[in-house]
C-alpha cells in the first residue's frame, strides 16, 4: 500500500534541479514526469566549474561589490559586463538588486544561503552512493586564490564564513604552490575548503541521476512545455505543443527559463540570468590536481574529463544575445596568466546563471497556484544545491514536516 500523500507530478526542466526533484519523487513511489525540450543536463548544468561548494555562502548583493561595479564596467579586462542593448529589460531586477545589497540584506542572504548549503554534500551523498561515480566526482577540496589589493573584500567573507561556522583554512602563496606547483606566483594568499568536491563531468552526472530517477519508474517527456495551469482544486494541466497533460501538482525548474512560464501564470518574479562562459584547453587537467578560482578575477579552472575547463565572467546580457567573443578572450588570458604554458582552447559555450536579485533561490508554492511548486533561480550555486533542493520540494509535495525555515525562499517577498 501506498502512503504517498500526492498522486501524480509533472516536473518542467531536466537539469540538475528538476532530475533531483524527480528522482526524490520517484524514490516515494510518487508517479512522475519530467519534461524538457532537450536532453537531460544540457543547459547551466552542462557546462558549469563543476564545483560542490557548501561554504559559498556569500553572494554578490553587497555593499562592497556595489561601489566597484563603476570601476568593473570601465575597465575591458574586468570580470563583469554589460550588454548594453538589453539594460532596459533588467530594470526591475537592478532596482530590487540595489536595495537587496545593504549589509543586513547581504547577511540575510548569507545565513538563508549557508541554512540549505549546509545540508547540500549529505544530500548528494546519498543520491551519489546509488550511482557509479568513478571518474565522475573528485574529493580533493576547492581552492580560491587572491592579491592582495581586494584584501577588504577578502576579510570580508572570511568574517561572514567564520561567523557563520564555516571551515575554512586560510594559505600563503608557498602552501597554494606545495598543493598546485604548476601554478604561476601571480596571487598573494587563498583558502582551501578541503571537505568540497568537484564534479569530472557534471553532465555525466546528471545523466546517470536520471538514468536511477527512470530505474524507480520516473518517466520523460521530450518536449517544450508552453503553459502551466491549475485549472481545478487538485489538478494542474501542461501543455505543449501537441498535447496537455495532468497532474495533481506540477514543479517548474527550468532554470533562467523559469521566467517564461511564471509570467505566463501572471506572477511578478524578477528572476533574469548572470551569463557565464567555458572553454576547454583539452588534455591539460592534469596541470591542476582540484578547482582553483582567481577570484581578483571572477575566473577559475577545474580539471575535467573533457580537459581543463576555464570557467567565469558575470555578463549581464539577458537569454537571446550572441555569444561575446571579448568574454571568451577574457577568460582564455585570465587562464594563461595563472598557467602560461597552455596552448589554444577548444569549445567556447555560454551559459544562463539563474539569478533572482536577492541571490536566493525560490522554493516553494506558487502564490496564485498552491499546486504549482516553485524550484528556480539557484544562480552560482545550482549545481551545488541540485540534491538538497530535490529532497526539499520533493518534501514540500508529500507534506513532509521540516525543520528548516522555507519563508525566505518564497516568492512572496517579491510581491
Ligand atoms: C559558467 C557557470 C559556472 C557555474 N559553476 C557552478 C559551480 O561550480 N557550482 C555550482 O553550484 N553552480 C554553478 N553554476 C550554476 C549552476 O550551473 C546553475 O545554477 C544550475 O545548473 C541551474 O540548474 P537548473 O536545473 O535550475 O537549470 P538548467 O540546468 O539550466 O536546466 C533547466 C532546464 O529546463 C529546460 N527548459 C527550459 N524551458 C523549458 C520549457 N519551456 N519546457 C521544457 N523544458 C524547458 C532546459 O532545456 C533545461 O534543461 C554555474 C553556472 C554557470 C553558467
Not at 498522486?7 to 513511489?29: R, T, Y
Not at 531586477?93 to 540584506?105: D, E, N, P, R, V
Not at 551519489?128 to 577578502?154: A, C, Q
Not at 552560482?380 to 514540500?396: C, D, M, R
Amino acid at each position: 500500500m501506498t502512503n504517498y500523500k500526492c498522486s501524480s507530478v509533472g516536473v518542467i526542466g531536466a537539469g540538475i534541479q528538476g532530475v533531483c526533484i524527480g528522482l526524490q519523487l520517484a524514490k516515494k513511489g510518487i508517479p512522475v514526469t519530467i519534461f524538457d525540450k532537450k536532453d537531460p543536463g544540457s543547459m547551466s548544468s552542462y557546462g558549469n566549474a563543476g564545483h560542490f561548494s557548501p561554504y559559498a555562502v556569500v553572494q554578490l548583493n553587497r555593499p562592497d561589490v556595489i561601489s566597484d561595479v563603476p570601476k568593473m564596467l570601465l575597465s575591458s579586462y574586468g570580470p563583469l559586463a554589460l550588454k548594453w542593448n538589453y539594460i532596459p529589460k533588467m530594470i526591475p531586477w537592478i532596482f530590487h538588486y540595489l536595495k537587496s545589497s545593504t549589509s543586513k540584506s547581504m547577511m540575510h542572504t548569507a545565513k538563508y544561503m549557508h541554512q540549505i548549503l549546509d545540508l547540500s554534500l549529505n544530500a548528494y551523498d546519498e543520491i551519489l552512493e546509488e550511482i557509479d561515480t568513478t571518474n565522475l566526482v573528485e574529493r580533493k577540496g576547492i581552492i580560491y586564490i587572491w592579491t592582495n589589493k581586494n584584501l577588504k573584500s577578502r576579510n570580508l567573507e572570511i568574517k561572514i564564513r567564520n561567523q557563520l561556522g564555516i571551515k575554512q583554512k586560510l594559505l600563503s602563496q608557498k602552501e597554494i604552490l606545495d598543493l598546485e606547483p604548476n601554478l604561476n606566483p601571480v596571487f598573494d594568499g587563498g583558502v582551501i575548503y578541503d571537505y568540497a568536491y568537484h564534479a569530472r563531468d557534471p553532465k555525466g552526472i546528471t545523466k546517470k541521476l536520471f538514468e536511477l530517477f527512470i530505474k524507480y519508474g520516473g518517466k520523460f517527456n521530450k518536449n517544450e512545455v508552453i503553459e502551466i495551469e491549475q485549472n481545478k482544486v487538485n489538478q494542474t494541466l501542461v501543455k505543449t505543443h501537441s498535447s496537455n497533460y495532468n497532474f495533481e501538482k506540477i514543479v517548474l525548474a527550468c532554470g533562467a527559463f523559469s521566467k517564461k512560464l511564471t509570467d505566463k501564470l501572471g506572477e511578478k518574479i524578477p528572476l533574469d540570468t548572470e551569463r557565464g562562459y567555458h572553454i576547454h584547453y583539452k588534455k591539460m587537467d592534469h596541470l591542476l590536481k582540484r578547482p582553483v578560482i582567481f577570484l581578483d578575477r571572477g575566473f577559475g579552472m577545474t580539471p575535467m574529463n573533457q580537459g581543463l575547463r576555464a570557467v567565469g565572467t558575470v555578463e549581464l546580457g539577458g537569454l537571446d544575445n550572441p555569444i561575446s567573443k571579448k568574454r571568451i578572450d577574457y577568460i582564455d588570458k585570465c587562464a594563461k596568466e595563472l598557467l602560461p604554458q597552455l596552448g589554444d582552447y577548444q569549445d567556447e559555450w555560454l551559459g544562463f546563471r539563474p539569478t533572482l536579485p536577492d541571490f536566493l533561490p525560490i522554493i516553494g508554492p506558487s502564490l496564485k497556484n498552491k499546486n504549482i511548486i516553485y524550484a528556480f533561480g539557484h544562480h552560482h550555486l545550482g549545481w551545488t544545491l541540485g540534491a538538497i533542493t530535490g529532497k526539499i520540494v520533493s518534501g514540500i509535495i508529500n507534506e513532509e514536516k521540516t525543520n528548516l525555515d522555507l519563508s525566505p525562499y518564497s516568492s512572496a517577498r517579491f510581491n
